[in-house]
């Protein structure tokens, strides 16, 4: 088992930045890409950003090209997604997910394991 516990959420002004992170726990050599997703009120889970194993190659919503980045820390066991120009739009609880698969996806089904989430609210 994999545990992720999701910090780093909070209120913002638009235009500000946050920046989230994922600490892993467990057998976490045996997952690969890991990911951030988000779902707001009413809304379906949606996918923002992954990462390989490795970290070499990233994949990202098109709704947060260019302002969000998405980073791990193998030696630490973290995935942080630094988040910057927020919108409201932004506003939903931000999920991170684990796989073992090694291939990057913005299906949720194929996701492993999934934190609790941590709520993420912009004001404009």
């Known amino acids: 088992q994999v545990q992720l516990v999701e910090s780093g959420g909070g209120l913002v002004q638009a235009g500000g930045s946050l920046r989230l992170s994922c600490a892993a726990s467990g057998r976490t050599l045996t997952v690969n890409a890991m990911g951030w997703f988000r779902q707001a009120p009413g809304k379906e889970r949606e996918f923002v950003a992954a990462?390989?194993?490795?970290?070499?190659?990233?994949s990202y919503a098109d709704s947060v090209k260019g302002r969000f980045t998405i980073s791990r820390d193998n030696a630490k066991n973290t995935v942080s997604l630094q988040m910057n120009s927020l919108k409201s739009e932004d506003t939903a609880v931000y999920y991170c997910?684990?796989?073992?698969?090694?291939?990057?996806?913005?299906?949720?089904?194929?996701?492993?394991?999934w934190g609790q989430g941590t709520q993420v609210t912009v004001s404009s």
């Open positions: 990462v390989t194993g490795s970290g070499g190659s990233t």
């Open positions: 997910a684990a796989r073992f698969g090694v291939r990057l996806t913005a299906d949720t089904r194929e996701y492993d394991y």
